[in-house]
């Protein structure tokens, strides 16, 4: 993994990915799937996810405001959605799917190491935690996989779905 | 333009596309463009979205509550990049792009005719608009355009380059 400027990594998340979003909450490691996130600034990166208070990562998230968001490219898909299938309460799954948990540098929670991008996260603000499950994020510290070049996102339509990323066009833009 | 569930609006907006944003103040309707928003819940949808201070359409945002979010199809996205390359102090970008106002049902602003899908909005919470330019909306009449079939919407990955809709998967999900 090679360290991302810190000013790169809307270009991430703004496209809308399926992500992976780990904690770490009394020595255990757990992992969803999540779709609802949005960037809110560029640098330092803030993100807004929701975390359903239903998720097993909840009350990690809200306890430790702690968390990594990892993303996976095309191939990782099944695993993707077996991981949004099933429940931390239940199973270890890293285990179960065989991801690969490895040390992040800034907070607990774990990198996906099968990942294409990972951002260590501290959740700045709770105000509309209690209302909406809505968490904004500070991304401290990016990371991408230099050996997955162009990968591929997706993108949940509902009901399993998914968009895969097709043909890269360019237009002229004033805004980055 | 025909009705869409309220229940289904999820489905257009989780994976990502660039959108469009109208706004009506003082008798002027403006348009933006706008990648920074997420679901925030499914029914009835509530969406967060970003919208700069910069912007011309900030200030009517925040004045009269109402915006309407537009989801442009490929074959719109020149004229996407250009909304989003001015402002609306300038012109009337309407006029600028040829896009066509339609008349919404329940708010102000009007619908963008050419657009696969409009989204009548109003702001349901303002907390996170002084810090972090972030308002929370709720859907309340969603259209669809029948006319256009399998649209593929376009994903901004920054600087002008964005990703189209490739292949759509289809994975075992027990999720919505």
Not at 84 to 98: A, H, P, T, V
Request: glycine letters at 6%.
């Amino acid at each position: 993994m090679k360290g991302l400027p810190l000013s790169k990594v809307y270009q991430l998340l703004e496209p809308g990915p399926v992500v992976l979003l780990t904690t770490a909450h009394k020595g255990h490691a757990n992992i969803m799937a999540m779709s609802w996130h949005m960037m809110v600034e560029f640098e330092p990166p803030l993100i807004a996810c929701v975390v359903s208070n239903a998720n097993y990562s909840f009350a990690a998230l809200r306890a430790t405001k702690e968390c990594v968001i990892a993303i996976p490219a095309l191939e990782l898909a099944p695993k993707v959605v077996g991981v949004g299938n099933c429940s931390g309460r239940e199973m270890d799954k890293f285990k179960r799917f065989r991801l690969t948990p490895a040390p992040a540098n800034r907070v607990a929670p774990p990198l996906v190491a099968e990942c294409f991008a990972n951002l260590e996260c501290k959740v700045v603000d709770t105000r509309l935690v209690n209302e909406f499950n809505l968490f904004v994020l500070e991304v401290l510290k990016a990371w991408t996989d230099p050996a997955q070049k162009h990968p591929k996102t997706f993108h949940h339509h509902g009901y399993g779905r998914f968009a895969v990323d097709g043909e890269m066009i360019k237009l002229k833009s004033r805004k980055r």
